[in-house]
């Protein structure tokens, strides 16, 4: 007897689960067209669970329709070409659901947020929505760290790049703050300190006396964004001009980063005294 109380207790409670699931179907394919840019494909969406008579409203505009819908997530998109859509959980209650959600743009910088309330008519459609804007909405501070790593590692990258790369020192001086410092080891031919992106240039030419560079690991990122670092380790591949001789090393770089500049880098070699003897080298 037992079992065939849970079993009827399971069957109900699947029962419910289903209800919640259709009830939301209208609402996910509702944000499905909000975040389809393409016109045709949206309008497709929107006229599974939008009627002539479905209506939205928010402090920006009030419409009906299938058409007028498809036509305002176009203009939205043509000011926010962007715009990326993300929602919380949803709350059920009757023909009833309302939710938050967030748009932020392609570097994950908030644009706006709010919550809607939906209002269904039972046969899987949108009667109504209603969308409320919230002026004060922030992102909480896990989101504001991950968009300041991802930032900083776009900098470090692009850094990257120019150096090793495509070597455009003119790009590369826009990811420097002024008198930024970068520290070489003392025991290089040359090392030493090098304070803002002049001496820089001046540092990587006198490198390139020494040995002609290849990378032959890429680099990984790692970083703590409250302290506004990043650290790259790869591999390089060099080959000294003195002797000819190839030396392959791993490398590690600390980057200091203010505003989305670079304030400080610090190289660190596997085996300072090995590149040394090596760059010193003869035939």
Request: a positive charge; glycine letters at 6%; one cysteine or more.
């Amino acid at each position: 007897m037992r079992k065939l109380y849970l079993l009827c207790f399971l069957f109900m409670l699947n029962g419910l689960f289903a209800q919640k699931k259709d009830k939301l179907y209208p609402v996910t394919i509702y944000e499905k067209a909000w975040q389809e840019k393409n016109s045709d494909a949206r309008l497709k969406l929107i006229k599974t669970i939008w009627l002539d008579d479905s209506t939205f409203e928010d402090p920006s505009a009030s419409i009906k329709g299938i058409a007028a819908l498809n036509s305002l997530i176009a203009e939205f998109y043509k000011k926010n070409p962007d715009a990326v859509l993300t929602s919380g959980a949803k709350v059920v209650k009757d023909n009833y659901i309302t939710w938050e959600w967030k748009i932020a743009d392609s570097k994950n910088k908030l644009v706006m947020g709010g919550r809607d309330f939906a209002r269904l008519n039972g046969k899987g459609q949108v009667s109504k929505i209603i969308s409320f804007w919230d002026t004060g909405v922030t992102l909480t501070e896990e989101d504001l760290l991950k968009n300041l790593e991802a930032d900083n590692f776009k900098v470090v990258a692009k850094y990257y790049e120019c150096l090793f790369k495509t070597r455009d020192f003119d790009t590369m001086a826009t990811l420097i703050e002024d008198g930024a410092v970068y520290t070489q080891a003392t025991g290089l031919p040359y090392g030493g300190t090098y304070v803002g992106f002049q001496e820089w240039t001046t540092m990587f030419a006198k490198s390139a006396e020494f040995f002609e560079l290849q990378i032959e690991k890429e680099p990984v990122y790692f970083s703590d964004a409250t302290k506004n670092e990043v650290i790259i380790y790869f591999t390089i591949n060099c080959k000294s001009k003195k002797s000819g001789k190839t030396l392959s090393m791993p490398i590690s770089e600390h980057f200091d980063l203010k505003n989305g500049k670079i304030t400080a880098i610090r190289p660190f070699y596997y085996d300072t005294k090995q590149f040394v003897e090596f760059l010193k080298s003869k035939k």
